[in-house]
């Protein structure tokens, strides 16, 4: 078996994997303890000067993407043959989730359903956004998981298979960690400005081709769902610059436009895509449009896998 056909062969069992199994327990899952180690080290930052905060930040995010690239590349180097090549399917899957977040959306779709407004306010709080969701209405509720779903087919998906691709699993888990620091600590407010700082543009920088990649393959998908695929198109283009990170708006306001609707944070953006109000069947729209991404995305890969290997 030639390395590109191993490559292909670890990427594809463990995608299959995802989508039979999702997530791991906790207990088994690095990404708990990538939090770990970002907690552990950010509960004993010294002092509260901004400089030392800054520097306490990159070395945090250095020595943890340092830490968790180790691991997978000695278990690589040291384990070989099939026994190798199991390992590596086990390694590279918990960096990635598509069913999880699928299911997650599903969850909150039903409660909407159900008319259950509290219980889908818990449920996005609980597995998708960081933002209060206490006072939200039933239609910005949707907007929320619409937007999650979007944003994290960057984050969860494309982004760690993408530095599979060019760096193995060792690139893939370094880039989790730091994707796990900018989640816990890359916020602007008081206790993590200074200190997060260096997580937030790190992670900036490391998604910067892929979220503009899954754009592109949100505009692809919605086309092929029967979706309004010129509308995504233009309003990527048109919208993409509106929300404060560099890279979440691309995939935001292509499904926005996809769907026809406008998705909107409280005094922060709004994407338009058309004048169609969110509610819970647009949900169940906005995750086939990526799972449908998801798929387009593992052709391409195993492509790419092909010339890069």
């Known amino acids: 078996m030639t390395a590109s056909h191993t490559a292909q062969l670890i990427v594809f069992s463990a995608f299959v994997l995802d989508l039979v199994f999702g997530e791991y327990p906790d207990r088994f899952h690095p990404v708990l303890y990538m939090g770990h180690y970002i907690k552990f080290l950010w509960s004993r930052r010294p002092g509260r000067e901004k400089r030392t905060l800054l520097l306490w930040g990159v070395f945090l995010v250095l020595s943890g993407g340092f830490i968790f690239w180790c691991g997978p590349y000695f278990l690589h180097t040291f384990i070989k043959g099939m026994a190798g090549v199991l390992v590596s399917i086990l390694l590279l899957k918990p960096v990635f989730a598509l069913k999880a977040l ?10 909407l359903e159900e008319g259950d407004l509290e219980d889908a ?8 956004v960081s933002r209060d969701t206490e006072n939200l209405s039933e239609e910005e509720v949707c907007g929320a998981v619409i937007e999650s779903v979007s944003e994290n087919l960057t ?4 982004s760690p298979l993408f530095y599979f691709a060019f760096a193995g699993i060792p690139g893939a888990w370094a880039y989790r960690f730091v994707n796990t620091c900018d989640s816990l600590i890359g916020y602007r407010t008081a206790e993590y400005e200074s200190g997060g700082k260096f997580a937030a543009r790190f992670d900036d920088i490391l998604n910067w ?5 899954a754009g592109l393959l949100i505009v692809a998908a919605a086309a092929v769902n029967g979706e309004k695929g010129k509308n995504a198109w233009k309003t990527m283009r048109q919208s993409h610059g509106e929300t404060s990170s560099p890279n979440a708006g691309w995939t ?9 609707i406008s998705l909107e ?13 969110a509610d819970f069947q ?6 086939r449009i990526i799972v449908t991404a998801a798929g387009m995305y593992m052709i391409f890969l195993l492509a790419l896998l092909e010339v890069l290997v």
């Open 121 to 128: 306010r818990r449920l996005t709080s609980y597995h998708l």
């Open 252 to 260: 935001m306001s292509a499904m926005a436009g996809s769907l026809g």
């Open 155 to 158: 984050d969860s998906f494309v």
């Open 282 to 287: 647009f949900i169940g729209r906005a995750t």
């Open 265 to 277: 944070k409280r005094e922060e953006y709004t994407l338009v895509g058309g004048e169609e109000k």
């Open 209 to 213: 081709i892929p979220a503009r990649l």
């Open 102 to 111: 699928v299911k997650a959306a599903g969850q909150i779709k039903k409660a």
